[in-house]
């Protein structure tokens, strides 16, 4: 592959033409964001995952919910079983995981970039619960 | 004048995609993470930032778009706005073309087409060269695995980043932190390669473009192309998912489109589509009183900001833009 320096100046010009042809967009933010019709307003999700099938003339029902810890806490978010009975976990919205075990452990190793910085947009979520 | 999309293993492409990236990163859009917090809060309730409030880039309104767009739910089983059902495809080629679009406007080239990278002649290589091609060089889009340090994408800056623990989205402090990569080091059979010219073909011999119950592995060339419907033997996700898992790092959550190579893995999943349509016909299902709400032929498309579009607006792609090559698998 042929060598491909990043040339400041161009990158420069570049910067100066976002301004100029984009724009501000703040004016998207000012009002609320419509959601489009149909969306679940529900904040966290059903967290039993159901999954119907028949068998020789029975109508089966399989319902699934995790319990899960984590240094005595609860693990966040819903972990659910797919029709094909692998699980997955909105945090890794890609993956899809033979158990439970290994999506615990994955989630926790993909957190370990957290910052734990200092939360300054708590006041945005005042009144509302986790 | 249309535009061409060309492989990344372009060197003139591959520079302006770059270039663009870098740009777009670094120019302010006036958009502050607390009016993206607050516009958004009742629409998408279960996107919550923390951390410091700050100015975001053009680029950072692309990650905060996809993120939003994952985290509003739509009619249950795992689906959600942009994934897990049939509008996958139709909402990533709009979304992408408005990224095409401001890469035209900073480039000052309005025949720019966006770069795909054609992955599957990648995973047709033994697995323990798959992360040491060119591509993954400072010439390239960077180093595969640990903190992009070197190379033209080493100057992104990740300021927003969904926490996969906690479910926050992260707002981070000073100047971000460079991205991070782990290609090809998950040593487990089912994420440790990437997929194969003969995964493609099967998602290519798909006849129907998505099924009844329209859950996220509906047996459709939708299911099998995002990934959900496995189209290797023994694999738990394959296709597009196994690409975002196989990089793992920051293509791993939902803030995934951080990492630029997002945007090489999405370009060759809607030339696969585009190749699928061109076989079948450019046909979507579900039609207008049919299937999940928000995933019909009709639905509007989420979108934060410029138009939004209905999947029919974007079946054909010919007013926007041409692949090189068709030939995937």
Known sequence: MDDNPQKSENVDQCVARAREKIGDLASAFTHPISAPTGSDHDHHGDPTSTRRFRHNGHECVVETHYKITVDGKPFVGHVSVNERGTVHHHGLPNYAFPSAVDLVKAVLDAATRSSGVEDKLAYIYEGEAD | ??????????????????????????????????????????????????????????????????????????????????????????????????????????????????????????????????????????????????????????????????????????????????????????????????PTTDAVGVAIGMTEYDADPWLPDSAGHRGMLEGWLPATPGHVVDLHNLVHVWIGGDMGPGTSPNDPVFFLNHCNVDRIWEAWMVQHGRVYSPGKDEGPMGHRVDSAMFTLFGESRVPSDVLDPTPWYSYDSLNVG
Request: glycine residues 10%; charged residues 20%.
């Open chain 2, 1 to 194: 004048m249309v535009a061409v999309r060309k492989n990344i293993n372009d060197a003139a492409v591959r520079q302006d995609f770059v270039t663009a990236c870098v740009a777009l990163d670094r120019a302010m859009s006036g958009v502050t993470v607390s009016q993206a917090a607050t516009a958004l809060r009742t629409a998408v309730p279960r996107l919550r930032f923390v951390g410091v409030d700050q100015e975001l880039s053009y680029y950072d309104l692309l990650v905060l778009w996809h993120v939003a767009a994952m985290s509003l739910l739509t009619g249950g089983m795992g689906r959600n706005a942009a994934h897990s059902g049939p509008i996958f495809l139709p909402w990533h080629r709009h979304f992408l073309l408005r990224l095409e679009r401001w890469m035209q406007l900073v480039l000052g080239d309005d025949d720019f087409g966006l770069p795909y990278w054609d992955w599957a002649r990648d995973g047709d290589r033994p697995t323990d060269e798959q992360w040491q091609t060119a591509l993954w060089t400072p010439a390239g889009i960077g180093p595969p695995r640990g903190d992009v340090t070197a190379g033209g994408l080493s100057a992104i800056r990740v300021r927003l980043w969904e926490n996969p623990e906690t479910g926050l989205v992260e707002s981070l402090p000073g100047p971000g932190r460079p991205l991070v990569r782990h290609a090809g080091e998950d040593q487990s059979p089912i994420f440790s390669a990437l």
